[in-house]
């Protein structure tokens, strides 16, 4: 038609000015950002299978979902969303005692009183200038921790800096905790993502 899109928002507004029964809707990427860190305080799901099927979810009470492949609204007028029709189904939450009990365990097992050689190799997460970062110990002399630290890009995303990396002491008092080698590529083959369990971890300790 004549007119440059280079934007989400610009393709929004421009849709919107033409008549169309179709409603549409702008969400900012600091909406986003925001609602996958409030996912990720979410305890883990039960397995389900064919999520991408899935067209309808319900909650009517905590640590438990109901969901549905087609979406009913039979009885809406009624308050009525969870009708049996269409083979409702029911997944549950872990339980918060369950979850507490786990985090706290982890707490405990997160970090040795003294760090030593054989802890060189092994991922930990470091606390500078309030704010953490995970990454690599590298040596350990005398109560300080050489770290190779990634960097932080957005909400539980980080990536290794290039070309110079970020490898500098630390005093044993600013690792927070050892974890797994868990960072994971996220969509973004650049930017790595630790795991749920070890995010949350991090985020109470700060």
Known sequence: ?????????MLYTKLKEQESAVQLFFTREESVEAKVH?????????AIKGTMRIHQVL??????????DVSC??????GVIDCPCY?????VLQEEEEEEAQGQEMTRASRPEVFGADHVGRWVVVEYDHDFYP???TRVEDGNVEVDCLHKKGINKF?????RRDISWYDESQVLCLIEPTAEPTAHARYLQLNTATWKLIEEQM
Do not use: H, N
């Open 87 to 91: 083979e409702l189904k029911e997944a």
């Open 1 to 9: 038609m004549g007119i440059d899109i280079p934007s989400a928002e």
């Open 38 to 46: 409030e996912m990720l305080q979410l305890p883990p799901l039960t």
């Open 159 to 163: 990536y290794w800096p290039s070309p």
């Open 73 to 78: 609204f039979c009885r809406r007028q009624q």
């Open 59 to 68: 909650s009517k009470q905590r640590s438990k979902i109901l969901y549905r």
């Open 135 to 137: 990454g690599v110990i």
